[in-house]
């Protein structure tokens, strides 16, 4: 059976554009979920944000996934769940098209191919790695925009998502204002600390480790 909803209603731009102006590590001084796990970069430094279109694989059906790829938008980007299937869903063509209708990037629960082409067209892909047995055009099942979990966390249509070098959260729309808004705060306090510490403060001062060893009469 194959389901099509309909395409989720994009972030807006000024917020898509604000994710890339912080750091997912940031985000993880905050807070422990909505962060995909397990998943690892086709190259560093990564960085990209957008909105998630969702597609759910039966194992070796790749069907949904090719059609997914058709309806990509600027500002989009594909997160596919292959059900636990350990094989490439993701090449060459899949990514050449990917990139053509605009993706800003991919996110997948299972292993990509075609690596070096995928490299060169700079389609920024979270993957499990890479796998030579891909999956095939079987016309089985598969669904688009629905539901999924990849990596421990439930992205659902519509959510945003952004991703770098460390990692890859997952937000509420409702979310980003107010959380880019502590992260650039929390950020933007680092490079005056940074001139401090070179000077002879402490960081574990500034971070608060200090008292704890303080309160045992640890000499510091």
């Known amino acids: 059976m194959f389901q ?7 972030i807006s731009e000024v917020l898509r554009k604000s994710l890339l102006t ?15 796990q ?6 560093r430094p990564i960085q990209f944000a957008g909105t998630a279109v969702t597609v759910r694989l039966p194992h070796m059906d790749s069907t949904a996934l090719h059609v ?19 094989r490439s869903s993701f090449g060459g063509m899949v990514a ?52 999924i979990t990849i990596g421990g966390v439930v992205v659902t249509p519509g959510d945003a998502v952004f991703a770098d070098s460390d990692g890859i959260a997952v937000l509420r729309e409702n979310e980003i204002e107010a959380v880019v808004a502590d992260l650039q705060s929390k950020e933007g306090a680092e490079p005056s600390k940074k001139l401090e510490i070179a000077a ?16 045992t009469g640890a000499s510091l």
Do not use: C
């Not at 397990?38 to 190259?43: A, H, I, Y």
């Not at 480790?209 to 309160?215: G, N």
């Open 68 to 86: 997914a790829a058709d309806q990509l938008r600027p500002g989009d980007v594909l997160v596919v769940d292959q059900s636990g299937d350990d």
């Open 96 to 147: 050449f098209t990917s990139k053509s209708r605009g993706a800003e990037g991919v996110i997948l629960a299972g292993a990509m191919n075609d690596f070096e082409e995928v490299l060169e067209l700079g389609l920024p892909v979270y993957s499990r790695g890479v796998s030579a047995r891909t999956t095939r055009i079987l016309g089985i099942e598969g669904a688009i925009n629905v539901p």
């Open 38 to 43: 397990g998943l690892t970069p086709n190259q």
């Open 22 to 36: 912080v750091q997912t590590s940031t985000l993880g001084h905050l807070r422990d979920n909505g962060f995909i």
């Open 4 to 10: 099509f909803n309909a395409m989720p209603t994009q």
């Open 200 to 215: 002879g403060a402490r960081l574990s001062e500034w971070s608060g480790a200090a008292k704890y060893f303080e309160t």
